[in-house]
Nanobody, 124 residues
């Protein structure tokens, strides 16, 4: 069955960096756009970034542009999210997602598959 398994979350000080990873299985990875969403306490889940099946098209939310970098490794079937210059407002559960839509569309079209999430907590 489809599985998206996130890792790399944790507690980090403001200004630090973190790299989240998501290992995918159970579907044809190379056919899917992969992305990341996050949900902060008391808030709705929001789109963060996506990378299309070729790896050449990336799309990020304006709020994270410049600090968040998404990448994928099709040989390992993984997608990663590098987060730099972390801020307390980045504290959230981060979810990996996959969908057969263009990268920009992942921000607005329901996702096909979700991971369980990994907690990122940024202390000030």
């Amino acid at each position: 069955q489809v599985q998206l398994l996130e890792s790399g979350g944790g507690l980090v000080q403001a200004g630090g960096s973190l790299r989240l990873s998501c290992a995918a299985s159970g579907f044809t990875f190379g056919d899917y756009t992969m992305g990341w969403f996050r949900q902060a306490p008391g808030k709705e889940r929001e789109f963060v970034a996506a990378i299309n099946w070729s790896g050449y098209i990336k799309y990020s939310a304006d709020s994270v542009m410049g600090r968040y970098t998404i990448s994928r490794d099709d040989t390992k079937k993984t997608v990663s999210l590098q987060i730099d210059s972390l801020k307390p407002e980045d504290t959230a559960v981060y979810y990996c997602a996959s969908s057969r839509v263009p990268a920009q569309a992942m921000a607005v079209i329901p996702v096909d598959y979700w991971g369980q999430g990994t907690q990122v907590t940024v202390s000030s």
